[in-house]
């Protein structure tokens, strides 16, 4: 950190990507570590999806790394070796969404938004970080006003950050009023970035629904459009409800009072988580 970087040191990329020969891109919520070694068999092993894609697609990722790479280094890649002549490899639409700052990062909460507010029927979300902002928050109270149902999945006590954790308890009360289901996973901590809209609309990568991403990071989200992927993605949300246990109202309401203290606290800190 220098005086001529402090307005930019809280600053990061949490972008996951990982591209191959410009042909084959690779990204989700899995990074370089031993957590990701083994498939949420115990509290030592998150549980997490990594996504892996081919086709015209992979051009937007590769961009997206040459824009880290151009900051970081000065460097500009370009040529056939970063961007070879771009191959179609399914029927699947798809778009990839990148935020940064200092500009870019109302992009992504625009597009999370838009996806919410375009909600018919059912709404999935699996976030590990998971604190939303008013705005997000009452997108999520309208959806059900609308009659749509709301399922949210996130980390129990086994997460690596507590206090997003807290922070995001505190802001349960309206949601579980409304009928949002609220579910904890429990075999380990929960990792994914998952918003799945309706039957037919998957959105995953990096981001979560909190400000930190939405307002600091740079991050990369890949929207897909198509009813037969969107039920893939529906079944491991629902795998995963199966290892989740329901938080009710009643239960969130009885928490100890040091409890919701220290909710309360973690939540003036929600800016930054």
Do not use: C
């Not at 600053?11 to 990074?31: E, P, Q, S, Y």
């Not at 018919?120 to 959806?143: N, T």
């Not at 009813?227 to 969130?252: C, V």
């Not at 100890?256 to 606290?265: C, Q, S, T």
């Amino acid at each position: 950190i220098h005086w001529y970087t402090l307005d930019r040191f809280n600053n990061r990329t949490h972008r996951k990507l990982l591209i191959v020969d410009g042909h084959v891109a690779f990204t989700g919520g899995v990074g370089i570590a031993d957590n990701w070694r083994g498939n949420a068999r115990n509290p030592d092993e998150w549980r997490d999806t990594h996504y892996r894609i081919e086709g015209t697609a992979v051009s937007a990722f590769q961009a997206a790394f040459a824009q880290n790479w151009l900051e970081t280094t000065g460097e500009t890649l370009q040529g056939e070796k970063f961007y070879p002549e771009p191959e179609p490899a399914g029927e699947l639409d798809a778009q990839l969404i990148l935020s940064s700052q200092p500009n870019g990062s109302e992009d992504m909460e625009l597009m999370m938004l838009t996806a919410m507010a375009a909600a018919k029927e059912h709404l999935r979300i699996g976030m590990a970080y998971f604190v939303p902002d008013d705005v997000a928050l009452q997108q999520i109270l309208d959806s059900r006003k609308r009659g749509v149902s709301v399922d949210v999945i996130v980390p129990n006590s086994l997460t690596d950050v507590p206090l997003t954790r807290k922070s995001s308890r505190y802001f349960w009360g309206s949601l579980l009023q409304a009928g949002v289901r609220i579910f904890e996973f429990q075999p380990t901590m929960y990792h994914p970035k998952l918003l799945i809209v309706d039957d037919v609309w998957s959105s995953f990568g990096s981001a979560n629904l909190d400000e930190r991403s939405l307002r600091l990071n740079d991050e990369a989200t890949l929207n897909v459009y198509g009813k037969d992927f969107a039920k893939t993605q529906i079944d491991l949300f629902n795998q995963d409800l199966q290892r989740s246990r329901q938080i009710s109202l009643e239960e969130w309401q009885a928490r100890p009072l040091r409890e919701k203290v220290a909710d309360w606290f973690a939540s003036q800190l929600r800016w930054q988580l």
